[in-house]
């Protein structure tokens, strides 16, 4: 027994769209999360009833939030949307004055995800290539070192463990470490300074402490490379930047911080919860031990089922733009609700059943346009490897508290668990 019961959607393909100016009454957003498998009730009725409604933020002010498929694409993939979090209206989710706004700005580069063009296509055309599909492909045999070096560490201690603190943390910190050529012995320090940043409840002062932090850290690490080269993606984006006619040392160090932060903290917190969905649904886990080419489909499952990430898909209208029939301003902001767009029946039949057989391809984990996840290939590799390593090497891998029982990041803007105990 998990101590969940399953939630249906609530609306059906065909509901009427209303005019988006009534408030549902269900508080301020990001709503917490308190069931593992399904996002907050709320988003059905919202998706049904309210599909484009402004809504109360907890970091005060208000902003448009989209809930169904067609519509958060669409907001996703509109260049009329700005993701620069700088602009006045853009959705906070947490509480910060325009002091605190204005002071985490200050002297610090803006990371990719937060680009506009032409600046975003500048920048991301720099990195785009060390993360496809083609290098991603040859970065297999260290995924796999790397799972295994951390499955021999989780075997040989005790035969029950954390599962987060042991095996999901790890393995993506190591393997975005050695991508880019960061020391994993410093792992502790960007895990728990990382995990802050994107709790809410985090004091808006502490987490701009937090992010200062890493980037002086990376700091540190980008110098070095400027003088002692490696066989990494920092040294060659420095290397193409020096042919190019210069180096721009705060854009490397920008783009080391989005990369490392977001490059161990989704798939972690993927990894861990993937594990509970395989572990609650046994028939479907023996099949994929069965037939292990199955897990690159089940990955794309998993990703779709839980839809970590929620902050990345915030946006502000820099002109008037019509969204599921409703006019929002320039300067408004808007959340674009990925968790319920990937649970609309409209593009995806029973959304709330964990169905690894189904084609999940449509889903929006890692977002959709111009700001799609650039390392979405390497998390989907680490998945895959992670996971059907683990239970190969695991067979009688079980949990060891009540699903019901198991700390959730109800508070973080990257869901997650804080624990999960097994033995085997």
Not at 225 to 236: A, I, T, Y
Not at 418 to 423: K, Q, S, T, W
Request: charged share 25%; with cysteine.
């Amino acid at each position: 027994m998990t101590g969940y019961q399953d939630r249906p959607t609530g609306d059906q393909p065909g509901a009427p769209v209303p005019s988006g100016s009534t408030d549902p009454g269900i508080g301020a957003f990001p709503l917490p999360r308190r069931c593992p498998f399904s996002p907050p009730a709320e988003y059905a009725r919202l998706r049904a009833e309210h599909p484009v409604v402004r809504l109360p933020m907890l970091g005060g002010d208000t902003a448009w939030v989209v809930s169904r498929h067609a519509d958060v694409r669409q907001v996703l993939s509109d260049p009329r949307m700005s993701a620069d979090r700088r602009r006045p209206g853009f959705p906070k989710f947490a509480p910060t004055t325009e002091g605190q706004r204005q002071a985490s700005f200050a002297n610090f580069r803006p990371p990719l995800n937060w680009l506009d063009p032409p600046e975003h296509a500048i920048c991301r055309r720099q990195i785009v290539d060390e993360f496809s599909v083609r290098r991603v492909r040859q970065s297999r045999a260290l995924v796999e070192r790397v799972v295994d070096t951390h499955l021999d560490a989780l075997t040989a201690a005790a035969p029950g463990a954390d599962l987060v603190s042991t095996f999901a943390y790890p393995v993506p910190s190591q393997v975005i470490c050695e991508v880019l050529g960061v020391p994993y012995g410093e792992h502790e320090f960007f895990e728990r300074r990382s995990t802050l940043m994107f709790r809410r409840s985090t004091p808006a002062d502490e987490r701009a402490r937090c992010a200062r932090e890493i980037r002086d850290f990376l700091d540190v690490v980008v110098t070095d490379k400027e003088h002692r080269p490696g066989d990494d993606v920092l040294s060659r984006l420095l290397y193409r930047q020096r042919r190019a006619g210069g180096v721009d040392h705060e854009a490397v160090v920008s783009m080391a911080f989005v990369l490392l932060v977001a490059g161990h903290v989704t798939t972690s917190n993927m990894l861990a919860l993937s594990v509970l969905a395989l572990l609650t649904h046994p028939a479907r886990l023996a099949r994929l031990r069965a037939e292990p080419e199955r897990f690159p489909a089940a990955v794309e499952e998993l990703l779709r089922y839980f839809t970590v990430v929620e902050a990345a898909t915030a946006r502000t209208a820099t002109a008037e733009v019509t969204i599921g029939g409703v006019t929002i301003a320039a300067g408004e902001g808007v959340v674009a609700l990925g968790q319920a767009a990937n649970r609309d029946p409209r593009v995806f039949e029973h959304p709330d059943e964990f169905d690894p057989d189904r084609d999940a391809r449509a889903h929006l984990a890692f977002g959709h346009g111009r700001h799609i996840c650039p390392g979405q290939h390497l998390a989907r590799l680490e998945m895959e490897v992670a996971l059907s390593r683990l239970f190969r090497r695991l067979p009688g891998l079980r949990l060891t508290m009540e699903v019901s029982d198991l700390p959730l990041k109800e508070d973080s803007n990257i869901f997650g668990l804080y624990a999960l105990p097994v033995a085997w």
